[in-house]
């Protein structure tokens, strides 16, 4: 207990410590949040660019099992794969030897809301008949 007439000390921080304090924590969270959301952005983008890699590998490997040597023309089909659909567009070309097609694979996604699509890969490869 103090003694009378004498003051006692109170120990703590004053408003302006703390308003300097929650600003500085205020940046920081302000950069990690923007730092989590490019994370984010970035990880859906390369799971997108993974699925149409696949999908257009898997048409390309489908295309030189088959029995029949394909014939120049273009192949659009929408496919729903990982929970997403995606829209495939299959473009065989004449190459000067009779005997080679190249082959164009683009795989793109299909916005539903805005029944729109956005390309995501193309595969570009040769197939011969032997």
């Given at each position: 207990?103090?003694?009378?007439?004498?003051?006692m000390?109170?120990?703590?921080?004053?408003?302006?410590?703390?308003?300097?304090?929650?600003?500085?924590?205020?940046?920081?969270a302000?950069g990690?949040?923007?730092?989590?959301?490019?994370?984010?952005?970035?990880?859906?983008?390369?799971?997108?660019?993974?699925?149409a890699?696949?999908?257009?590998?898997?048409?390309?490997?489908?295309?030189?099992?088959?029995?029949?040597?394909?014939?120049?023309?273009?192949?659009k089909?929408?496919?729903e794969?990982?929970?997403?659909?995606?829209?495939?567009?299959?473009?065989?070309?004449?190459?000067?030897?009779?005997?080679?097609?190249?082959?164009?694979?683009?795989?793109?996604?299909?916005?539903?809301?805005?029944?729109?699509?956005?390309?995501v890969?193309?595969?570009?490869?040769?197939?011969?008949?032997?």
């Amino acid at each position: 207990m103090p003694e009378a007439g004498t003051r006692m000390e109170l120990k703590g921080f004053t408003l302006l410590e703390v308003m300097i304090a929650l600003l500085i924590f205020t940046i920081g969270a302000a950069g990690l949040i923007k730092g989590m959301s490019q994370i984010v952005t970035q990880h859906t983008r390369l799971e997108d660019k993974t699925f149409a890699n696949w999908i257009a590998e898997n048409r390309f490997h489908e295309l030189r099992l088959a029995k029949t040597f394909p014939s120049p023309g273009e192949k659009k089909e929408d496919v729903e794969y990982a929970s997403k659909e995606w829209v495939v567009v299959e473009k065989i070309i004449k190459t000067p030897n009779p005997f080679m097609r190249r082959v164009e694979i683009s795989v793109q996604l299909l916005d539903a809301e805005s029944n729109s699509t956005k390309q995501v890969h193309l595969t570009t490869g040769f197939i011969g008949n032997l």
